[in-house]
């Protein structure tokens, strides 16, 4: 069931917010009303409800006569510990590796059975590829995602297996077996790869960081166009910048322990 649902099935005020607010994900920041209502699927009287009572509280924002997120959702994000945290911490490695590859470089976390990108830096030869920071890919089908599930408890990489492995190029692993054997490679070289699994012409190499408990919290990536970036060159600096992040977390919140 659903987490925005109650025990007995309905829908509770704060799914029904959730709900309308979600449907934000796959628009270009602003919908209409009736495009909110329509993406929602609520009923028009209790979204209109719905929708008048978030732009009051400031989760909403009206801009002529569309709507958009409003600033109330940024600064709250800004709270949020653990993508902030961690993004404080990449972010010069994440500036430094740019600089060095020319090549686009992110940061992201796994939430269910997907990967979230909390941080990209766009580099001068990097592909326009539709990563952006707050968005979501399938955790299976980059190499950011299998960094993460490759430290992660069994019971993640089983949830990410029982959903089902999507194929979005010819490329893209959708043999559980093949996944698991995937990942155990990742585990012993501390390095993932994506050779045009998530988008053709686009490859990449990211490696986990590590919290200071010594879990999994993240990947950082690196991406370029096939034919313009070198894997092998760029995994070793992926690797050490993966690694200079998780100390400087273990610097700022405690003990440290490398991946592997």
């Not at 099935?9 to 994900?25: D, H, M, Q, T, Y």
């Not at 796959?26 to 929602?40: A, H, K, V």
């Not at 709270?79 to 090549?103: C, G, K």
């Not at 919290?211 to 991406?223: C, H, N, T, W």
Request: hydrophobic residues 40%; charged residues 25%; aromatic residues 4%.
């Amino acid at each position: 069931m659903s987490p925005i649902h109650r025990d007995e099935g309905e829908i509770s005020g704060i799914g029904r917010a959730s709900v309308l607010l979600n449907a934000f994900r796959s628009s270009n920041g602003t919908l209409t009303s009736g495009e909110l209502i329509e993406r929602s699927g609520l009923p028009r009287s209790t979204a209109h409800r719905m929708i008048r009572e978030l732009v009051r509280c400031g989760f909403l924002e009206r801009q002529g006569r569309a709507l958009r997120l409003g600033i109330m959702l940024f600064e709250l994000g800004q709270l949020v510990y653990r993508p902030r945290s961690l993004v404080d911490a990449a972010r010069p490695f994440m500036t430094d590796l740019r600089e060095a590859t020319r090549q686009n470089v992110g940061v992201a976390v796994l939430v269910e059975r997907e990967v979230l990108y909390v941080e990209v830096l766009r580099g001068k030869d990097g592909p326009r590829v539709p990563s952006r920071a707050g968005g979501r890919w399938p955790a299976h089908a980059s190499c950011s995602g299998k960094a993460i599930l490759a430290f992660s408890r069994p019971e993640d990489v089983r949830g990410v297996l029982a959903d089902g492995l999507a194929g979005l190029t010819e490329n893209t692993i959708t043999d559980p077996d093949a996944l698991a054997e995937e990942l155990a490679r990742i585990r012993q070289r501390g390095i993932a790869y994506d050779r045009q699994e998530s988008f053709r012409g686009v490859m990449a190499a990211a490696s986990p960081i590590m919290g200071p408990s010594g879990d999994v919290v993240g990947a950082l990536s690196v991406s370029g166009l096939a034919g313009r970036i070198n894997l092998a060159r760029v995994d070793a600096a992926v690797r050490a910048s993966a690694l200079a992040v998780s100390r400087e977390l273990a610097r700022a919140y405690g003990g440290f322990r490398p991946a592997g």
